[in-house]
Nanobody
Framework: QVQLVESGGGLVQAGGSLRLSCAAS????????MGWYRQVPGKERELAAR???????VYADSVKGRFTISRDNAKNTLYLQMNSLKPEDSAMYYC?????????????WGQGTQVTVSS
């Protein structure tokens, strides 16, 4: 079965950095579109960034220039480097396997990792 295990969340001061990791199993990782979503209580889950099998990337406007998504196909691992963090980046961050046929559709979710940015 598909498993996505996130790690790397935590508490950080504004202006700091964190790197999230997502270890994937049960899928052909290199062939899949992968993404990071985030959600705060009371709001919809939103895309932060996604990366295609080709390596091309898409970022939400709110994180452009501060976050970098990357993948290591040899390790079946997805990363999200988050720099210049702001309090409004505080959220639960979820790793996702995204449909190749419709990038608005998520096929699998991880359990999430909490990021809290203090001001």
């Amino acid at each position: 079965q598909v498993q996505l295990v996130e790690s790397g969340g935590g508490l950080v001061q504004a202006g700091g950095s964190l790197r999230l990791s997502c270890a994937a199993s049960g899928i052909i990782f290199s062939s899949n579109v992968m993404g990071w979503y985030r959600q705060v209580p009371g709001k919809e889950r939103e895309l932060a960034a996604r990366i295609r099998a080709s390596g091309s990337t898409v970022y939400a406007d709110s994180v452009k220039g501060r976050f970098t998504i990357s993948r290591d196909n040899a390790k079946n691992t997805l990363y999200l480097q988050m720099n210049s963090l702001k309090p409004e980046d505080s959220a639960m961050y979820y790793c996702a396997v995204i449909s190749r046929y419709n990038e608005n559709v998520v096929n699998y979710w991880g359990q999430g990792t909490q990021v809290t940015v203090s001001s």
